[in-house]
């Protein structure tokens, strides 16, 4: 059982680089590397890649959420000119294998549906043909025959679900996939001793990262070699490689992911198997290059990323004092029709189930259940947005019900700046942190107390005006533990997230860097850029920064839980130190001094003291690539100059037991934010007057980009809120399979301005005490934006337990309390 | 299925195709003529991910036939700036981040210059309403709209200049 508090003796870190130093790239708002492509439509994306001969594929969609395929007559289709393989499920399982699933005991996902569909959307048969017109045309003349099953969409009568309303029978006789119990610490003396419980009942509708661009693949297979050459826009390619390649039913080698520009993913493209497998399996049955690229209603309905579903049942312990002690709750997630993460979004949750503050223990039941739903995966926060929304609305709850300030509540609870390292009862480990100063800097930037006499008067004035507050985590930098730890049986449990870097100098003194996952949206290129430059002293202009493909890859694993700058600030130093190495060996030689009396400055290396007595790199870089013979005659000083080097993660250790998970998850980044909402009370809309967002990721390599997921984030956050949610009705059937009906935030739902303050408190564990921030804004703005509706609306006694806060439900909430307030009223 | 021929100018170079008449704008632009900077997000016309101006007005080619752009002037991202020689508004999202996966830039963009012809210098207001055309999923918009003003005063600068 771990115990939380101060780690008296903290683990040391292995960092080869303090934060404490003078820097003069990393920390400045260099313009993106990445940008100049874009902007004169030059990027790569997936549907860019055109290969010779190349085939184009359409899915046939399942319409119906749950049935049995009888018969699939595919001869009207195979007979169009132009049609070159129409797959079905019967034909894809001879071919493919099921595809990849971190659940243990897994649960069996195939690229075309076998014998069963188990939501709408799902793929029943793959067509490829000359144009993808022409696959559309043919997918229109395959008849199938289904007979309907039971479609289970409430995920309460999921549970109790029997016979043919079971997805997956083989797995037990009701449609729970998991359901596990975690108790961590004294939860039930805690509770038994409480001064105070505080009990709610919270709802967080599915929703989805549906980035503009769609996800797609374009395959080709060598039948000389045969090997599978696959573009897709995954962004863990390199991690999941191997997984593509045992669905295809070939050994890994015989697969090369290449990869491209991804338009945007916030988790959703991280672990791409289905788009890739399908093209493969197209490329093989033809014998020509294929491209698949969903169109807008496979991404909707089909795209196995759906974010969490989750209905919690959430009790928080206080004593006399105020002082929260435990938290207790039941969740029940509707995962949907498959479980290729397992309970991992559990698991992440678990790596911050106690917010900033000080719980002493912690107790957890969680029911995973399926549905007739698109499965979920990840997006950005991967359950632990949740978790944020779940600690801090009954943290706004405990204000409510025991009249206590919201800031001063929360104040008193926080884990304090000298309390780090701190452990919290999962196992896991807070690095650093500094809440109250967050809060402070916050509560200023928004002239907090200005705003409350503001509040009081146009309250006066008949206006309903709230301000939020929510005090959140980020963690950043998964181990890989949290994928498995929760699986009943243990299966495939990797213990590893590296990440690496190769560099190369050339003999002119130009740098290329390969890094092992694209851009996203997040800025790996200037990142990267911007450490070697800081590292060398070059000139970021001088360096340029491409992606390995699986063939020529080293250990990557790719952005994901708010890591991937920490992880590449850790790949490029440690290649760089190598390459600096060298670089003074060869200066040395040339400048006739020692390499410890050697220093980088300005793109050159010099004699410490010395002004003048230096060469530069390029003049080092042409020696060490053509003058081998110049040079002492050592075998371990080979020609060239490059390095690779693989960064593991900084800090981690495996789970101890189920009631302490080791650290897994330990690179704490923090967030305040503090919106002023106004609520009309006629229709619903809920409008913004103002917004501070204060947000500390430790060093952060470029403040303008770590802004842009600051805002991004908290955008995605208030969509999360306000606007976003995929609803299935009675038999299954989905009601946002466009971008009509799944509202995303556009301008005018959003405040006018972001303000954003940075308080910069360094990991003690990372290259320059970097943290993760690319999660950013949406771990926090959900709970931030219903405590403030909640609190414009306090003179109605309006709660607010469950998003999205659409018009329509705050109608009917504020409708409600109307009506409790005034019983009379609503019978006349 | 029967194809037509369409003559369409895009970007000022004249080109002769035979397409079929069902042949979405969009496709046409990115597959026959080989612009891929426009890009294709929800397909039915409300992300804006696709615009491209036609005749110069801001144009979904998602939901525009090719056929439809017969006789008529197309204008992509690719009549911008090149990577050496950013255009002001090019500059101007570069300057002010206001851009991150770069997936609905260049209908940005496109919407941008059309509005920009109308007014060469628009308010952050007229800036935000016209803005709430297109979806970013990335940015917020914030530092979209901090771009479009950036690029107005670098446009005033080029005139000053001149």
């Known amino acids: 059982m771990a115990e939380a508090g101060k780690i008296l003796s903290p683990p040391a870190g292995r960092h080869k680089e303090r934060p404490d130093q003078r820097l003069n790239v990393i920390g400045t708002r260099m313009l993106r590397k990445e940008d100049p492509r874009f902007l004169v439509g030059r990027g790569r994306f997936v549907d860019d890649i055109a290969l010779p001969n190349m085939a184009h594929a359409a899915v046939l969609r399942s319409p119906h959420a749950h049935a049995r395929i009888r018969s699939i007559d595919k001869r009207a289709a195979m007979a ?83 016979g043919d309303a079971v997805l997956h029978p083989e797995r037990g006789p009701n449609n729970v996939a998991e359901h596990r119990q ?94 890739a497998v399908l093209a493969g399996l197209g490329a093989r049955a033809s014998g020509r290059a294929v491209k698949y690229i969903e169109d807008r209603i496979d991404n909707n309905t089909a795209c196995d990323n759906h974010g969490s579903d989750r209905t919690y049942d959430v009790e928080l312990a206080l004593d006399s004092n105020y002082r929260m002690t435990a938290l207790r ?28 503050y000080k719980i002493r223990a912690v107790g957890a039941e969680i029911y995973a259940v399926f549905t007739n739903k698109c499965q979920q995966g990840a997006c950005r926060g991967f359950g632990s947005e949740v978790t944020n929304f779940m600690i801090e609305r009954i943290v706004d709850a405990a204000v409510d019900e025991l009249r206590l300030d919201p800031i001063q509540f929360r104040r008193d609870n926080f884990i304090q700046p000298d309390e780090f390292p701190y452990q919290i009862p999962t196992g ?28 009081q008067l146009m309250r006066t004035q008949g206006r309903y005006v709230g301000i939020g507050v929510a005090s959140c985590q980020e963690k950043g930098v998964f181990s890989a533990t949290e994928f498995w730890m929760l699986n009943r049986v243990r299966g495939f449990a990797l213990t590893s997230s590296p990440e690496s870097a190769s560099i190369k100098i050339d003999a002119t003194g130009k740098a290329v860097i390969s890094l092992h996952a694209p851009c996203c949206g997040n800025s790996p290129e200037t990142v990267a850029a911007m450490v070697l430059a800081e590292q060398l002293s070059m000139d970021p202009a001088d360096i340029s920064v491409t992606y390995s493909d699986t063939d ?74 053509f003058f081998r013979l110049s040079l002492p005659d050592d075998p371990d000083l080979t020609s060239g100059l490059d390095a690779s080097y693989t960064y593991d993660h900084p800090l981690a250790t495996l789970p101890k037991s189920d009631s302490d998970f080791g650290i897994f998850y330990p690179i704490m980044g923090h967030m305040c934010h503090m919106p002023v909402v106004e609520v009309d009370a006629k229709t619903g809309q809920v409008s913004f007057l103002d917004y501070v967002a204060v947000h500390d990721c430790g060093t952060m390599v470029n403040p303008m980009t770590v802004d842009g997921h600051v805002r991004g984030g908290t955008a995605q956050g208030i969509g999360t809120a306000l606007l976003e949610q995929f609803e299935y009705d009675k038999n299954g059937q989905p009601q946002q399979t466009s971008f009509q009906d799944y509202l995303m935030p556009r301008v005018l739902n959003l405040p006018p301005q972001v303000r954003i303050g940075h308080l910069v408190t360094p990991s003690p564990y ?20 219903a405590c403030a509706i909640e609190d414009a609306l306090r003179p109605l006694g309006v709660r607010i337990d469950s998003l999205p806060v659409t018009p329509a439900r705050l109608r009917a ?9 005034a019983p009379s009223l609503r019978l006349a | 299925m029967t194809e037509v021929e369409v003559n369409v100018t895009v970007n000022g170079r004249a080109f002769r195709r035979r397409i079929e008449p069902r042949l979405l704008l969009s496709d046409f632009i990115r597959h026959d003529i080989g612009l891929t900077g426009t890009h294709v997000g929800c397909e039915n016309g409300v992300c804006g991910a696709c615009t491209v101006l036609l005749d110069g007005l801001a144009t979904r080619s998602c939901c525009t036939l090719a056929v439809q752009a017969g006789g008529r002037n197309v204008e992509t991202v690719e009549s911008l700036g090149r990577v050496n020689n950013l255009s002001p508004l090019q500059r ?49 918009y914030e530092d979209i709209i901090s771009s479009v003003e950036r690029a107005v005063e670098l446009m005033r600068g080029e005139k000053a200049v001149r």
């Not at chain 1, 029709?337 to 949750?349: E, I, M, P, S």
């Not at chain 1, 990372?766 to 934006?785: H, I, N, Q």
């Not at chain 1, 909430?813 to 307030?821: S, V």
């Open chain 2, 92 to 140: 101007g999202f570069w300057e002010k981040h206001g851009l991150q996966c770069g997936y609905c830039t260049p209908g940005m963009l496109m919407l941008v210059t059309e509005l920009l012809r109308e007014n060469p210098n628009p308010d952050r207001e007229t800036i935000r309403l016209r803005l709430n055309d297109n979806i970013c999923r990335c940015t917020g």
């Open chain 1, 813 to 821: 909430l504020i409708r409600e309390a109307e009506a409790r307030k």
């Open chain 1, 80 to 162: 169009l000119p132009g049609v070159a393989a129409v797959i079905s499920g019967d034909e894809a399982a001879r071919e493919t294998g099921p595809l990849p699933c971190f659940a243990s005991p897994p649960v069996e996902q195939r690229c075309i549906a076998l014998g069963k569909v188990r939501h709408v959307g799902e793929p029943v048969a793959l067509v490829v043909a000359d144009s993808r017109y022409l696959a559309e045309d043919a997918v229109a003349l395959i008849k199938v025959e289904y007979e309907p099953l039971p479609a289970v969409s409430d995920v309460m009568e999921a549970i109790n679900s029997r």
């Open chain 1, 552 to 625: 020529h890859g080293l250990p990557g694993t790719g952005p994901g839980g708010s890591r991937y700058t920490v992880m590449i600030a850790g790949a490029v130093t440690g290649a760089a130190k190598i390459i600096k190495e060298k670089l003074k060996r060869v200066a040395s030689h040339m400048l006739e001094a020692g390499p410890h009396d050697l220093e980088f400055r300005d793109g050159k290396i010099g004699v410490k003291g010395a002004s003048g007595l230096e060469v530069s790199i390029a003049e080092v870089a042409t020696r060490a690539h």
């Open chain 1, 766 to 785: 990372t290259e320059y005490g970097v943290k993760g921030a690319g999660e950013g804004g949406r771990m926090v703005a959900p709970p931030a934006v």
């Open chain 1, 428 to 455: 896991n480990l807070y690095d650093s942190g500094n809440y109250p100063g967050a809060l402070d800097l916050a509560l200023q930037l928004l002239d907090y107390h200005a705003w409350r006499d503001k509040q």
């Open chain 1, 329 to 356: 709750y039941k969740v029940v997630d509707d995962y949907g029709a498959y479980l290729q993460y397992g309970l991992g979004t559990h698991g992440n949750g678990f790596s911050q189930t106690v917010g900033p």
């Open chain 1, 182 to 275: 975690y108790v961590f610490g004294p939860v039930e003396q805690e509770f038994a001793r409480a001064a105070h419980v505080v009990k709610r009942h919270l709802r967080w509708a599915r929703s989805g990262g549906q980035p503009i661009e769609t996800c797609g693949a374009v395959a080709s297979f060598d039948e000389g070699s045969e090997k599978f050459t696959i573009y897709v826009n995954s962004s863990m390619y390199n991690y999941i490689g191997f997984t593509i390649a045992t669905a295809l039913k070939v050994a890994s080698h015989q697969v090369n992911i290449v990869p491209v520009d991804a338009g945007g993913s916030f988790g959703s493209k991280l672990f791409l198997h289905k788009v």
